[in-house]
């Protein structure tokens, strides 16, 4: 019997990060989605095999972060990287022209980008599923401003918005900054923790300068601050001492950023899985004034998903199972959840049908209330009831 040595696992696994992180950083896209999946098959080891549920946990977020990357990875997005390769079919949108078109003259160029793109990415809000409220606040802080600015400065004071996405996580807040990014089809910048936390202390601060200097470069703009717990935690708390001065130094940058000449709509989105870490400064005032709660999927959300992953062969759904009986027993999941679900499921059922060609029976198959009861009964949910009653505390403001 092979004796599973979590150490040496934890070791590799670390190792196997470190390779992923300078990868990307180099720009090396396929390398780094090699040891990026070395590292997500590490950690789900790490996850079948540790018995200490706080630690269990933290691998389980770790597994959820390298997932998203990759996602990004697909999409052409290399968060470790200032530069940013054209997400597919990018070209089409035209997005870098008009993005180019929206540069505040009187601020001049100058300087390559290093957090921004022009570039938009293909994804829109008609790829979101469900958030009818948080699309709704969208439409009304972020792209109404900025299509009909004159009317906006008629009703509100400062151009633009600052919005915090708080949520379970897999729930869409990245993706709703992509594709709020899309819809704009303006200059946008992602900022992971790790784009800002350095082991040099000073580059952090001089690193938020660089990205508000960017900033101010466009008329139109988004700047999405990603896992902002881990970027701004409560100054009170032990993981506050790397994070101290860069809070400091983005609250500087923030005020005065949206009292700029009329006609320049800046839009500052921050997203967070534990609003009740960050310090307090940043959800007072006109800091992130604007607090939208993207939680779980409803019936519909979940209807729009099943969906959109039988949207390619529609027959998949001609077995003994429905739509509607998966959007019943995927209630409680988050979106990425649910989307993994799906796709094990459709694994189930190729590896039938493959069987099927092997034998010389050239049916294709269904996936089936089997394959559902399977995959649920192995399948760990990301998100806890306890974590959502968090949440609940932390909208009626008890934590
Ligand atoms: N509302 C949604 N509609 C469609 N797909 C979604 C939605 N939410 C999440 N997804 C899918 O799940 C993936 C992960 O979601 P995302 O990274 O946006 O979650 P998140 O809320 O930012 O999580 P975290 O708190 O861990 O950062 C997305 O890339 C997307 O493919
Ligand atoms: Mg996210």
Same mark, same amino acid.
């Given at each position: 019997m092979t004796v599973f040595n979590f150490d040496i696992k934890r070791k590799s696994y670390e190792a196997a990060l470190k390779m992923t992180q300078s990868a990307l950083a180099a720009?090396?896209?396929?390398?780094?989605?090699?040891?990026?999946?070395?590292?997500?098959?590490?950690?789900?080891?790490?996850?079948?095999n540790c018995v200490v549920e706080p630690m269990k946990r933290r691998y389980e977020g770790e597994l959820h972060k390298l997932q998203s990357l990759s996602s990004s990875l697909e999409k052409g997005v290399n968060p470790f990287s200032g530069e940013r390769s054209a997400p597919k079919g990018v070209a089409e949108t035209g997005g870098a022209s008009r993005a180019g078109a929206g540069r505040a003259e009187a601020q001049g160029g100058g300087g390559e980008l290093q957090f921004f793109s022009e570039k938009a990415p293909t994804t829109t809000l008609n790829d979101v599923a469900g958030l009818a409220e948080v699309k709704k606040q969208i439409r009304l802080r972020v792209l109404a401003p900025l299509q009909n600015p004159e009317l906006y400065s008629k009703y509100m004071d400062d151009a633009g918005c600052r919005i915090l996405m708080y949520g379970p996580p897999g729930c869409g807040k990245s993706f709703v900054a992509e594709a709020i990014a899309g819809e704009l089809k303006c200059a946008y910048a992602i900022i992971n923790a790790s784009d800002l936390l350095d082991k040099y202390v000073? #580059?952090?601060?001089?690193?938020? &300068?660089?990205?508000?200097?960017? !900033?101010?470069?466009?008329?139109?703009?988004?700047?999405?601050?990603?896992?902002?717990?881990?970027?701004?935690?409560?100054?009170?708390?032990?993981?506050?001492?790397?994070?101290?001065?860069?809070?400091?130094?983005?609250?500087?940058?923030?005020?005065?950023?949206? #009292?700029?000449?009329?006609?320049? &709509?800046?839009?500052?989105?921050? !997203?967070?899985n534990r609003p009740w870490a960050l310090d307090t400064a940043l959800i007072r005032g006109k800091r992130f004034d604007t607090h939208i709660y993207v939680g779980l999927p409803d019936a519909e959300a979940r209807a729009f998903l099943v969906r959109k992953a039988f949207s390619k062969n529609a027959s998949l759904l001609g077995g003994d199972i429905g739509e509607e009986r998966m959007v019943d027993v995927l209630d409680g999941y988050s979106c990425a959840d649910i989307s993994t679900i799906l796709g094990k499921m459709k694994e189930k059922a190729f590896e039938r049908t493959?069987?099927?060609f092997e034998r010389g029976v050239g049916s294709e198959e269904p996936v089936t209330e089997r394959d559902l009861e399977e995959v649920m009964a192995s399948y760990r949910n990301s998100v806890t009831a306890e974590s959502l009653e968090l949440f609940k505390s932390f909208e009626n403001g008890e934590i």
């Open positions: 720009g090396n896209i396929e390398e780094g989605k090699y040891y990026l999946s070395s590292a997500s098959g590490l950690c789900a080891q790490l996850i079948a000073g #580059e952090g601060p001089k690193k938020v &300068v660089q990205i508000f200097k960017e !900033a101010e470069r466009f008329e139109k703009c988004l700047i999405f601050f990603d896992e902002l717990d881990s970027l701004f935690a409560s100054r009170e708390s032990d993981d506050s001492r790397h994070t101290k001065d860069i809070l400091t130094t983005f609250l500087t940058c923030l005020s005065g950023f949206h #009292e700029e000449k009329s006609g320049c &709509v800046r839009v500052i989105i921050g !997203a967070t493959l069987e099927n």
